[in-house]
C-alpha cells in the first residue's frame, strides 16, 4: 500500500464544491448569453487577437483550477483505499479518457460533418452520442452484474456505430477528427498529465511551482515551432498544434493543485489560529506573482483564450486564486455555509449538469425549435440566462435524487 503524497482532510469540502457550482452555473449562464443580443462586449468572448479577456474567457479556466484542486484529494482518497501504483493510474487514466472521448464526439457533432453524407441527422448523431456516454460511464443501481455490464456494452457499441456512422469533411470522405478536443477532452488532457505531475513531485509545492513554469517554457518553445507548421493538414502536424495548449492548461491545473495544499495540507493547519493569515498570505503572494509573470510575458504572448496563452492563464489562475480565498473565508471560516445548496447539485454531478444544456440544444435543433432565451435582448436576455441555469440546476438535483450520475 503506498503512503498518502500529502495529508489531506478525506471527506468533500464545502469552499471546493462551491466554486465547482457557482463555475457551473456561469459556464451555463455565459453560454446562453452568447446567443443574446445587445449585451456588454465583456459578457462576449473575447475575439482570439483581442489581447482581452472577458467575463467568460475566465470560466473555462475556473474549470480547469478546480481540477487542480481536486487532485490531491482523489489521489489520496485512492490511496487510502488501497490502491497500488498501477491501480491508482489505471483508475486516472480511464477517468481522462472517458473526458477525451466524450470531447471528441462533442466536437465532431459540433463542426466538420457533411451532412449529406450521414444517415441521420447530425443532431440524432449527438443525442445517440450523449445515450453512449450515460450508458457507459452511468451510476446503475441494478443488482444484476449482468445486467450492469449489458449496458456499458451496449453504450460502447452506440459509439462505435456513430463513429462508423460518421462523415466528415467537403465531401464526406473523412472519419471523425480531432478538430480540436473540446472542453471536456481539454479537461482530461490537462487532468491525466498533472495527476502525472503531482505524482512525480510527490506534492512538494517548490516542485509543482517549477512544473508550472515548465509548462509555461513549454508552450513558449512548443509554440514557436508551431508557427512554422500552420497550414499543414497531416494528423500529426494537428497533434503537435495542439501540444502548447496543453501545457498551457496544465499551467492552471497545477495553479489549483498548489492553491489546495497552501489551504488544506493539514501540516500547514494543526494550529489553525496560528496558520490561518499565513495561508492567506501565501495565495496572495501567488496570486500577486502569477499576475507579475503574466505581465511580464504580455508583449510577447497577448491575452487570448482562443489561443491558450501564458498571459490568459497565469491572469486567470490568479483571479481563481482570489476568488476561492475569499469562498474559503466566507464559507470555512466564517460558516456561511446554506446558500451552498443553491449550487450544490451541479457541484456534486457536475458531468451531467454539463451535459443536460447540450442534450436540449441538440432537441431543439433536431425539431427546428429555436432556443426562447433568444428572443430576449440585453438585460432581459441576461435575466432569462440567468433563469435558465437555475432551471438546470433544479433538474439535476431531481436526477441527484435517483442518484442517476456520471462517474468516470
Same mark, same amino acid.
Given at each position: 500500500m503506498l503512503n498518502p503524497i500529502n495529508t489531506l482532510k478525506n471527506q468533500r469540502v464545502i469552499s471546493i464544491d462551491a466554486f465547482r457550482g457557482i463555475t457551473f452555473l456561469m459556464m451555463i449562464i455565459v453560454n446562453e448569453i452568447a446567443g443574446v443580443n445587445g449585451v456588454s462586449i465583456w459578457l462576449k468572448h473575447m475575439p482570439a487577437d483581442a489581447d482581452a479577456m472577458s467575463f467568460p474567457d475566465i470560466v473555462f479556466p475556473a474549470f480547469l483550477f478546480i481540477v487542480g484542486m481536486s487532485i490531491p484529494f482523489g489521489i489520496n482518497h485512492r490511496l487510502l483505499k488501497g490502491d497500488s501504483f498501477w491501480f491508482l493510474n489505471r483508475h486516472i487514466l480511464l477517468r481522462a479518457f472517458a473526458l477525451? &472521448?466524450? +470531447?471528441f464526439f462533442m466536437v465532431n457533432a459540433e463542426d466538420g460533418f457533411h451532412q449529406p453524407s450521414m444517415p441521420i441527422s447530425i443532431h440524432s448523431w449527438a443525442l445517440l452520442s450523449y445515450l453512449g456516454f450515460m450508458l457507459i460511464w @452511468? &451510476?446503475?443501481q441494478f443488482n444484476s452484474l449482468i445486467l450492469n455490464r449489458a449496458l456499458v456494452g451496449m453504450g460502447i457499441a452506440i459509439l462505435i456505430t456513430l463513429a462508423l456512422l460518421y462523415r466528415g469533411g467537403v465531401d464526406g470522405s473523412q472519419t471523425m477528427l480531432p478538430q480540436w478536443w473540446g472542453i471536456l477532452g481539454l479537461i482530461g488532457w490537462a487532468y491525466l498529465l498533472s495527476s502525472w505531475i503531482y505524482q512525480l513531485c510527490? +506534492?512538494?509545492q517548490k516542485l509543482l511551482l517549477i512544473a508550472i513554469l515548465t509548462c509555461v517554457a513549454l508552450y513558449a518553445v512548443i509554440h514557436s515551432?508551431?508557427?512554422q507548421l500552420v497550414g499543414q493538414t497531416d494528423f500529426v502536424v494537428k497533434l503537435? /498544434? *495542439? /501540444?502548447d495548449g496543453h501545457a498551457a492548461h496544465c499551467s492552471i491545473v497545477l495553479s489549483g493543485l498548489v492553491c489546495s495544499l497552501i489551504f488544506f495540507e493539514e501540516n500547514q493547519a494543526n494550529k489553525q489560529s496560528e496558520h490561518l493569515p499565513q495561508r492567506f498570505r501565501n495565495a496572495l503572494l501567488f496570486a500577486v506573482s502569477l499576475i507579475v509573470l503574466a505581465t511580464i510575458l504580455r508583449p510577447q504572448f497577448k491575452i487570448s483564450k482562443i489561443y491558450a !496563452?501564458?498571459?490568459?492563464? /497565469?491572469?486567470?489562475? #490568479?483571479?481563481c486564486i482570489i476568488v476561492f480565498s475569499f469562498l474559503y473565508w466566507i464559507i470555512d471560516l466564517k460558516r456561511s455555509q446554506s446558500w451552498v445548496n443553491l449550487v450544490k447539485p451541479a457541484a456534486i454531478n457536475p458531468l451531467v449538469c454539463y451535459l443536460i444544456p447540450f442534450v436540449i440544444e441538440a432537441l431543439l435543433k433536431l425539431f427546428n425549435l429555436p432556443s426562447p432565451i433568444h428572443?430576449?435582448? +440585453? @438585460? !432581459? +436576455?441576461?435575466? #432569462? *440566462? &440567468?433563469i435558465y441555469a437555475f432551471f438546470i440546476i433544479s433538474i439535476v438535483a431531481a436526477l441527484n435524487k435517483i442518484n442517476f450520475k456520471l462517474k468516470f
Amino acid at each position: 500500500m503506498l503512503n498518502p503524497i500529502n495529508t489531506l482532510k478525506n471527506q468533500r469540502v464545502i469552499s471546493i464544491d462551491a466554486f465547482r457550482g457557482i463555475t457551473f452555473l456561469m459556464m451555463i449562464i455565459v453560454n446562453e448569453i452568447a446567443g443574446v443580443n445587445g449585451v456588454s462586449i465583456w459578457l462576449k468572448h473575447m475575439p482570439a487577437d483581442a489581447d482581452a479577456m472577458s467575463f467568460p474567457d475566465i470560466v473555462f479556466p475556473a474549470f480547469l483550477f478546480i481540477v487542480g484542486m481536486s487532485i490531491p484529494f482523489g489521489i489520496n482518497h485512492r490511496l487510502l483505499k488501497g490502491d497500488s501504483f498501477w491501480f491508482l493510474n489505471r483508475h486516472i487514466l480511464l477517468r481522462a479518457f472517458a473526458l477525451i &472521448v466524450m +470531447g471528441f464526439f462533442m466536437v465532431n457533432a459540433e463542426d466538420g460533418f457533411h451532412q449529406p453524407s450521414m444517415p441521420i441527422s447530425i443532431h440524432s448523431w449527438a443525442l445517440l452520442s450523449y445515450l453512449g456516454f450515460m450508458l457507459i460511464w @452511468g &451510476v446503475y443501481q441494478f443488482n444484476s452484474l449482468i445486467l450492469n455490464r449489458a449496458l456499458v456494452g451496449m453504450g460502447i457499441a452506440i459509439l462505435i456505430t456513430l463513429a462508423l456512422l460518421y462523415r466528415g469533411g467537403v465531401d464526406g470522405s473523412q472519419t471523425m477528427l480531432p478538430q480540436w478536443w473540446g472542453i471536456l477532452g481539454l479537461i482530461g488532457w490537462a487532468y491525466l498529465l498533472s495527476s502525472w505531475i503531482y505524482q512525480l513531485c510527490r +506534492g512538494k509545492q517548490k516542485l509543482l511551482l517549477i512544473a508550472i513554469l515548465t509548462c509555461v517554457a513549454l508552450y513558449a518553445v512548443i509554440h514557436s515551432i508551431n508557427t512554422q507548421l500552420v497550414g499543414q493538414t497531416d494528423f500529426v502536424v494537428k497533434l503537435l /498544434l *495542439s /501540444l502548447d495548449g496543453h501545457a498551457a492548461h496544465c499551467s492552471i491545473v497545477l495553479s489549483g493543485l498548489v492553491c489546495s495544499l497552501i489551504f488544506f495540507e493539514e501540516n500547514q493547519a494543526n494550529k489553525q489560529s496560528e496558520h490561518l493569515p499565513q495561508r492567506f498570505r501565501n495565495a496572495l503572494l501567488f496570486a500577486v506573482s502569477l499576475i507579475v509573470l503574466a505581465t511580464i510575458l504580455r508583449p510577447q504572448f497577448k491575452i487570448s483564450k482562443i489561443y491558450a !496563452t501564458p498571459s490568459w492563464c /497565469l491572469y486567470s489562475a #490568479a483571479i481563481c486564486i482570489i476568488v476561492f480565498s475569499f469562498l474559503y473565508w466566507i464559507i470555512d471560516l466564517k460558516r456561511s455555509q446554506s446558500w451552498v445548496n443553491l449550487v450544490k447539485p451541479a457541484a456534486i454531478n457536475p458531468l451531467v449538469c454539463y451535459l443536460i444544456p447540450f442534450v436540449i440544444e441538440a432537441l431543439l435543433k433536431l425539431f427546428n425549435l429555436p432556443s426562447p432565451i433568444h428572443f430576449f435582448e +440585453g @438585460g !432581459t +436576455g441576461i435575466m #432569462a *440566462s &440567468v433563469i435558465y441555469a437555475f432551471f438546470i440546476i433544479s433538474i439535476v438535483a431531481a436526477l441527484n435524487k435517483i442518484n442517476f450520475k456520471l462517474k468516470f
